[in-house]
């Protein structure tokens, strides 16, 4: 059974930083990883992904230059630093992982990912 379990949300003054983390377990294959947000009243967007070998990464325009993802596949981790917060970033986060057959595949689309976690709240006070 694959499970991703995502930590790291809280309640964070704007400039600050948070560092969220997504454990994947049970899948078996070469997977991407991604991380999305949901936004009250908003559709869920795409953050950041990260391929399987980590040598393709891709950012959302609204967090270039401020989060970071990484991944440690000897751990099935994935984490997204994030770092100069603003009250926009306040949302619901989400990881996912995506089968993919090439090392550095990574796509952005949300109905690319296989699989999702159930989502860490992430608020921004100004």
């Known amino acids: 059974q694959v499970q991703l379990v995502e930590s790291g949300g809280g309640l964070v003054q704007a400039g600050g930083s948070l560092r969220l983390s997504c454990a994947a377990s049970?899948?078996?294959?070469?997977?991407?990883m991604g991380w999305f947000r949901q936004a009250p009243g908003k559709e869920r967007e795409f953050v950041a992904g990260?391929?399987?070998?980590?040598?393709?990464?891709a950012y959302a325009d609204s967090v270039k230059g401020r989060f970071i993802i990484s991944r440690d596949n000897t751990k099935g981790t994935v984490y997204l630093q994030m770092n100069s917060l603003k009250p926009e970033d306040t949302a619901v986060y989400y990881c996912?992982?995506?089968?993919?057959?090439?090392?550095?595949?990574?796509?952005?689309?949300?109905?690319?990912?296989?699989?999702w976690g159930q989502g860490t709240q992430v608020t921004v006070s100004s």
């Open positions: 049970g899948i078996n294959t070469r997977y991407a």
């Open positions: 990260v391929s399987w070998s980590g040598s393709s990464i």
């Open positions: 996912a992982a995506d089968h993919v057959w090439g090392d550095a595949l990574l796509q952005t689309t949300e109905s690319d990912y296989d699989y």
